[in-house]
């Protein structure tokens, strides 16, 4: 795995082509709204007497813009709260475009990971890789002989939006939380209760859900890509087996809705099919690798199709070489649950 255009691919891919899909709100229950981000995480917010908490911030300055916009289709009163599910920049770099006063909320983790792997990665794709890029679109471009062919007209667009996103991230620009916590934090706004909860780590080492207890809805960041592949990213300290208990526990609380960091929004099924995807995987990965079979022969025995998920296929040979190593690090009969 190369970790860097790994991480890049993950959290910028889809601006290389145009975004889909609307950002209208969805209110899931009393004054609790869901947006399903078109160029990022799924947005949750609540709209309280005492102002509007939101979470996540989406994935650059002008999807936060866009993001903001669309609350104030349905209210007028302040952002007051920002809660960030995790350090994936298609969930925390929308902040630049909210509120300044706006008072940020994560786990302790996330402050660190920005600094000590997000930063990095972003000076490297500002300064290098993205101008790099549009240099090798521009001489494309310049190649093509026929300047009204249709392969000149489609190169033009990829390069102007590719130049429309370039401008767009230079601006991303962080902001360190104002309220940060280890194992939960309870937030009272008004009559709500919001129960800020890190469950030990599963797609990260920061990977927060946040229950909005007054509507037994949760939002789960990426502990829930509901019907696609997760991704599963070691250097963010992923954790299979704690990942999956967490749904585990989660799936026994009173719980209605499920609002995950990517997909649709879903019942409290979407919990325990998050957890048994992982669960036939890491049996089926156990049970071959008991056999005798190396982990490239297990690659190319494990059958994609037999698996009911759409979108991030390219994951799914990364989530076997991360779960066979978790396996083999952790020793045998971990896998029973
Ligand atoms: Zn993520």
Redesign the pocket.
């Known amino acids: 795995m190369k970790p860097l255009l790994y991480l890049l691919a993950f959290s910028f891919s889809f601006y290389i082509t145009k975004a889909q899909g609307d950002y209208n709100p969805v209110e899931l229950s009393e004054n609790l709204y869901v947006i399903v981000n078109p160029e990022g995480?799924n947005i949750a917010f609540l709209v309280t007497r005492k102002g509007v908490l939101v979470v996540d911030a989406g994935s650059s300055p002008i999807n936060g813009e866009k993001i903001i916009s669309a609350i104030r289709t349905v209210t007028i009163k302040p952002l007051t709260h920002l809660i960030l599910t995790?350090m994936?920049g298609?969930?925390i770099y929308g902040i630049s475009g909210f509120p300044e006063d706006i008072k940020i909320l994560s786990h302790i983790n996330l402050e660190k990971n920005n600094a000590e792997l997000n930063d990095k990665n972003l000076t490297n794709y500002k300064e290098n890789i993205f101008p790099a890029y549009l240099a090798n679109l521009k001489l494309q471009l310049d190649s093509v002989s026929d300047k009204e062919s249709e392969e000149y007209a489609t190169l033009m667009e990829s390069y102007n939006t590719n130049v429309d996103y370039f401008e767009n991230i230079k601006n991303i620009k962080f902001r360190k939380p104002d309220i940060t916590f280890e194992d939960y934090y309870l937030l009272k706004l008004a009559d709500q209760r919001i129960m800020l909860e890190y469950t030990g780590p599963g797609?990260?080492n920061d990977n927060i859900v946040v229950k909005f207890s007054n509507h037994n809805v949760i939002h789960t960041?990426?502990l829930v890509f509901n019907g696609s592949f997760p991704?599963l990213i070691v250097e963010h300290g992923v954790d299979v087996y704690n990942w999956i208990r967490t749904l585990d526990d989660l799936y026994k609380e009173n719980i209605y809705t499920v609002i995950p960091?990517h997909g649709e929004i879903g019942r409290k099924i979407a919990l325990k099919d998050q957890s048994d995807y992982f669960r036939k995987l890491s049996h089926e990965i156990e049970a071959l690798k008991n056999a005798g079979y190396t982990l490239g022969e297990i690659k190319e025995k494990i059958d994609i199709n037999d698996y009911d998920l759409k979108g991030n296929e390219d994951q799914f040979p990364v989530n076997i070489e991360v779960i066979y190593t978790e396996l083999v690090n952790k020793g045998r009969g971990w896998w029973e649950f």
Do not use: V
């Open positions: 995480g995790h994936h298609d969930h797609h990260t960041g990426d991704y960091g």
